[in-house]
């Protein structure tokens, strides 16, 4: 049954690799049409942090401006984007005024985090990009030291971790138990050099989301391990946890089909990544393209 619901869930054409890799709606000039773009493609800021919700209720605008203070007071040149996967509670009012770096995307219905992350990805003129929740539960203080981080060691990534000995957080036993028991699997499956790839904090060099955004397909919460996953399989290992924070809120809570929807998501990409080699295939095909275009040129 559970090989059924996987490959429902995976199908794809997989006995040919297309010409070229088909861009993801929305997604600009990361991830075209015509293969790889150029790393260094109107780069002109030092970060890009985008910030996906979906209905967080009236704290939004105070956390963008918080994070807005955080990263003035690091000297960075930075953007935040601000992508609503399709909010209706009006928690998006009044962005477009806390200040110049900070600027809304909308998309038209709930599409999903990945898929939000992706446009935001897109559009990020950033030598680093990555995201925060945009829940405030993870503090706009805790990316100071992810800044720094990623300006000092220039990692792959610099990812967030709950697990790491100076994290701060409290959340209900049986959400630990899943999220080791998530974390267990996904090692054992992909061999990530990482103990937490769902925590809500990531950043990552420009040319690795450049190389990787274009073959991801998760518009859900797979979205983060899909990320890493791909990531490593080409070479993108060198990962820096930092410690997290995480505020009292934590209300959500994880039942046991949302649990099996992970596994199933998790199942899902090692299918492509490992047995049927679909994340390989898009890649050399956009190399492909790359390497005719620049002929062509």
């Known amino acids: 049954m559970l090989v059924v619901r996987v490959l429902r869930r995976t199908a794809r054409v997989l006995d040919a690799v297309p010409a070229s890799p088909t861009a993801t709606p929305g997604v600009g000039r990361l991830a075209g049409r015509s293969g790889r773009a150029d790393p260094r493609e109107e780069v002109d800021l030092d970060l890009t942090l985008v910030v996906p919700y979906y209905n967080p209720g009236f704290q939004l605008a105070s956390h963008l401006s918080d994070l807005a203070d955080v990263l003035r007071g690091h000297a960075v040149r930075f953007e935040i984007i601000a992508v609503s996967d399709g909010s209706t509670d009006g928690s998006d009012s009044g962005i477009e005024r806390l200040g110049p ?3 809304a995307v909308r998309l038209p219905r709930n599409m999903g985090k990945g898929q939000a992350l992706r446009v935001g990805f897109g559009g990020g003129r950033g030598e680093f990009i990555g995201f925060i929740d945009g829940d405030g539960d993870i503090p706009a203080s805790t990316v100071g030291p992810f800044v720094a981080c990623a300006k000092q060691r220039n990692p792959d990534f610099v990812i967030g971790s709950k697990r790491h000995p100076d994290s701060n957080v409290i959340y209900p036993p049986i959400r630990r138990f899943y999220s080791w028991g998530f974390q267990l699997l996904t090692k054992l499956l992909f ?15 420009r040319d690795v989301i450049v190389r990787v955004l274009p073959l991801l397909e998760e518009r859900g ?3 983060d391990l899909e990320l890493l996953a791909v990531a490593h399989r080409l070479g993108f290992d060198q990962i820096v946890e930092l410690p ?8 959500s809570s994880i039942s046991l089909r949302a649990a099996w929807d992970m596994l199933l998501d998790a199942a899902g990409l090692f299918w492509r990544l490992r047995i049927v080699k679909e994340y390989d295939k898009a890649d050399a095909a956009s190399a492909a393209v790359t390497s005719a275009s620049a002929a062509a040129n």
Request: hydrophobic share 45%; net charge positive; no cysteine.
């Open 221 to 223: 919460f797979a979205f």
């Open 101 to 103: 770096e900070v600027r």
């Open 244 to 251: 997290i924070e995480i505020r009292e809120r934590f209300s």
């Open 191 to 205: 061999g990530l050099n990482a103990t937490d790839t769902q925590a809500g904090l990531k950043l990552a060099r």
